[in-house]
Structure formats: C-alpha cells, structure tokens
C-alpha cells in the first residue's frame, strides 16, 4: 500500500475556467508506481473550485464561465455578505455547486480518465491570485 | 489492505435520470470481502454524470430531468459551443453541476447507504450510447 | 495501513447552512495516528447535503439558502413529486447539486482544510430531524 501527497501552489489564472491536468501530473511522478488506486485533486479555497470536463474545444469553457455568471449573478438583491466585492459571494456558490475536490481511479500507473476528459481550475474572483491544491495519491 | 477494479460498459439508456444501484454493484462482488472501506464509481464521460438520490417514486427522477433542463436550457444565446447539437452544451454544464465520481463507505462487506438512496446516471444527451464507468473498491 | 470508521446522528439543525466542522472531528480522534490519507463525511439522507465552503462569516451561510432558495423553488409549476410537501422535491435536487459526500486531506494527524473552509451540513427540509453520517479516515 502506497501512500503520496503533494501541496502545490498554481500560478495566478485569470477568472474562468481553465485545464490543468498536467499541472496535477507533473507533480506527482510517483502515481506511476501505483496499479490500484485512486488519486485526489483538493482546492483549499473556498471562491475557486475544481471540476472535470471537455479537454479539447476552448469555447466550452468560455460557455462555462457565462453560463455560471447568469445562474450566479453579481449584485443580487439578496446577498448581504458583500464587504469583499460583488465577486465574492458568486463565487463561494459557484465553489459549492462545482467542487472543492475530485477523485479519479488510477488503473495501472496512470490516471484512469475517458478521452475527452481533463482537469479544469474554476476560477471565481476577479484576482484570486495563486491557488494552492493538496493532491494525494494512493493504492497498491 | 484489499483493492478491486473493475471496468464495465452500461447499456445505452435514454436521456433522463435512471437508478443504476444493481449494475454497479453487479459488477463488484468483491465488495463482500471488505470490512472497512470505500467504493468509487467514475463516469468516463462530459455529457453524463452520476449522483445519488431518492430510490423509489420515480416521479423525483422525472423532476430533475424537467428542473436541469430549465436551469440548464438549450440554445441559450451566450452558448459558443453549438457543433454538436443543442443538446451538448447543456450536457457538459449539467455533468459538472452533478459529478463524475460519486464515493460511497463500505461498512462490513456492503455499501453503507441510506434507506432512501440510489446511485443515478444522469444522461444528458438525446443518444449518449452506452457508457464507461471505472468502480473502484478498497478497504481492509 | 489504517482504517476507521464512525456513523454518528446529528442533532436536529433547522432549514439553511450549518458548520459542523467541529462535530466531524470530535466523532473520529483516531484521524491523529494518520500521517498521509483521506477523511470522507458521507450523508445518509436525500434531502441534506454536505459541502465545504467559508467558515467565519455567518451572512455567507444566509446567502447560501436565499440562493439556493431562487434557483430551485418550491411549487415549480413542473415538478410532480409533490405529495410530501413543497420543501421535498427542491430538497432532492438541492441535495444532488451540493454534494452527499465529500473528501477531505489528512496531513500530519489533521485535516488538512483552507485557512477559510469549514464542514457545511446543508439542511434542505423545514423538519429534517437529526440526520446520519459516516465518517472513514484512512491513510498510513
């Protein structure tokens, strides 16, 4: 049974959506040593999140971004935790319903993802400056 | 320290939301020899998705299909990403609104859910075709 | 290798987000003799969620429920599953967006959370009662 785990600091990203799958792999070389098992992507933010989803055509994560504005807006009448800008509290929700962490298998060495599947950072804040994820992989 | 994983191809079903509890753990019967432990289940796909909920009228299963779908429309004026038909969009939106891998605790050989829970695929397209799902169990 | 696992009843907790982070951890002291692994918080329940989300400002937890309120209303003219009462169906799919399940870092015998995140129990019902989780820690 093979436990590893690294703390990594992303670059700044502007606020979207954005793929970082090799981000996530070039910093855990040693998932190659791992057969079984499974490997965790966690954002230790609460204003940016993690999902997975199309790794190919630009514009469907460009359509996440203003599909996320409309559900989430800014400056709605009823937010009342708004002393850190009209981003804020958009994207706390935005963090929640996308996700703080993903789990994906590892089946022989690599991460067990279909074809058209990567790793996107969800960025919420206008300047949310770098992110910091804790990736953890483990298995036999 | 146990670890099981298994592959397996679900038969195409029709967009909408469907229990699929028997199917995943059909595929697992290794389960049985784990004490303490977890079982993943990961979609390999952006336009399917997987969560758990209410497992017996099927009328819930039916609302959230109405529900995603308005939150959720098609051919909202701000999609770019309309090649592939007006169903696809919505479908990578919705995929990441529910998840890709859902977790569930093995507790003394079996899952350990609640009376009322199921495990759904969520399929989001008009002709998904059959889908890919990674099951993974570990434990002691 | 080491696994631990604790199933615990909440007290009842009225509708609107509540951070039971505390609670999480009193349940599993075992969660100290983990130098690298993972904690999950499971949520037996359809109508209840989890998630993580900021954990000092009381009026982000408002907003969550006012929000969350607008996009999945009660008495939507197309939802069927009515024979519970209002809160119930919004509840399920309130439930599916948030998360049943989450997962979190263990480093050092702690968790290993956001200087900001917290453990939200999400009370979707007007009378939920007192809810079940599963919590397994493991790592080595």
Same mark, same amino acid.
């Given at each position: 049974?093979?436990?590893?785990q690294?703390e990594?600091?992303l670059?700044?990203? !502007?606020?979207? =959506?954005?793929?970082i799958?090799? #981000?996530?792999?070039?910093?855990?070389?040693?998932? !190659?040593q791992?057969k079984?098992?499974?490997?965790?992507? =966690?954002?230790?933010?609460?204003?940016a999140?993690?999902?997975i989803?199309e790794?190919a055509d630009?514009?469907?994560?460009?359509?996440?971004? !203003?599909?996320?504005?409309?559900?989430?807006?800014?400056?709605?009448?009823?937010?009342?935790?708004i002393?850190?800008?009209p #981003?804020?509290?958009?994207?706390?929700?935005?963090?929640?319903?996308?996700?703080?962490?993903?789990n994906?298998?590892?089946?022989?060495?690599?991460?067990?993802l279909?074809?058209?599947?990567?790793?996107?950072?969800?960025?919420?804040?206008?300047?949310g400056?770098?992110?910091?994820?804790?990736?953890?992989a =483990?298995?036999?």
């Amino acid at each position: 049974m093979k436990f590893f785990q690294k703390e990594i600091h992303l670059k700044p990203y !502007s606020r979207g =959506f954005h793929l970082i799958t090799k #981000d996530v792999l070039n910093a855990i070389p040693e998932l !190659s040593q791992i057969k079984i098992g499974q490997i965790q992507v =966690f954002i230790k933010h609460t204003s940016a999140s993690l999902t997975i989803n199309e790794n190919a055509d630009p514009t469907v994560r460009m359509d996440f971004e !203003s599909h996320f504005n409309k559900m989430i807006p800014e400056n709605a009448p009823h937010y009342k935790h708004i002393f850190e800008g009209p #981003d804020d509290m958009p994207a706390h929700i935005k963090a929640s319903i996308l996700d703080t962490s993903i789990n994906i298998p590892i089946s022989n060495g690599v991460i067990n993802l279909g074809t058209w599947q990567g790793i996107y950072l969800c960025e919420h804040r206008n300047c949310g400056g770098s992110r910091k994820l804790v990736i953890t992989a =483990f298995g036999n």
